[in-house]
């Protein structure tokens, strides 16, 4: 019986490697993300888009290699299912990078870089109910129409989110934010962040929050009604909206942050 349980096991972790194929330009995975998981996407260089997909259906994954320069087999990809249940699909440059739980782990040699001039678009496609997590160190992100939790990051690059359900996270360092909210449940905070950009967030009318928004080098603008606390300053607003209640940050350090009405 012990055995047989560790067959089943070693079985469903492997699950996910089984469903890709790639052929040196066009990588695919397609797999079974559980309702209420994350399927957690980690790109080096190039963009990652994440679209709405069929109720019911699987999770798939394209990563398109574009070559400038070199070779593109340098960059391959690998696919893990944590013991969370949560599915992991990394794009690794070179020999020396590794995926994780936690994404990609070591470097891409600077030799490497010289010689290889790869990217790697990530087109994604989840059901209704399956949460994002998109990262890139040079790329832009962008989320259409998803259903569920967005944590999506990166560090040369703008985000874009569209939801029409679900909390959202989003951040740059170097590129501008814009989410459009729809339905929002729970009181989970939410944070909107950069270092140099603007700051768009789009919010339903009912919205209810702790609102917190600053910059250091623009302006603050807020369309729909707020009971502010303190003093309001061109850079910086605190305040409620609504009845109050999650915590919502927008900030950027250069660049305009805005809360808009979202009529949607």
């Known amino acids: 019986m012990r055995h047989s349980a560790l067959l089943l096991a070693a079985a469903l972790a492997a699950a996910p490697l089984a469903a890709q194929t790639d052929d040196g330009t066009t990588f695919r995975w397609s797999g079974t993300v559980a309702e209420g998981h994350f399927i957690r996407l980690h790109n080096l260089n190039g963009d990652v888009r994440v679209e709405r997909g069929a109720p019911g259906s699987k999770v798939e994954v394209i990563g398109e290699r574009t070559v400038r320069s070199g070779d593109g087999s340098i ?40 010689t290889n001039r790869v990217s790697v678009a990530l087109r994604v496609r989840v059901p209704d109910g399956v949460k994002s997590y998109a990262r890139s160190t040079n790329g832009g992100i962008s989320v259409e129409g998803v259903t569920a939790e967005v944590d999506a990051a990166t560090t040369n690059g703008a985000v874009r989110v569209r939801t029409a359900s679900g909390r959202v996270n989003a951040s740059s360092t170097n590129g501008s934010i814009t989410a459009s909210l729809g339905a929002i449940e729970g009181d989970a905070p939410m944070r909107f962040t950069t270092t140099n950009g603007t700051v768009t967030v789009y919010a339903p009318p009912t919205l209810s929050a702790d609102l917190e928004m600053s910059t250091t080098n623009g302006n603050v603008s807020v369309d729909l009604p707020v009971t502010v606390s303190g003093t309001q300053r061109r850079n910086r607003l605190r305040g409620t909206v609504g009845q109050g209640g999650r915590s919502i940050i927008v900030r950027s350090t250069n660049g305009n942050v805005s809360l808009r009405r979202n009529e949607i």
């Open 75 to 114: 960059v391959r990809f690998e696919v893990r299912m944590r013991n969370d249940g949560d599915v992991v699909v990394c794009a690794l440059w070179g020999p020396e990078m590794s995926c994780t739980d936690e994404g990609t782990r070591g470097r891409y040699d600077s030799n490497w870089r010289r």
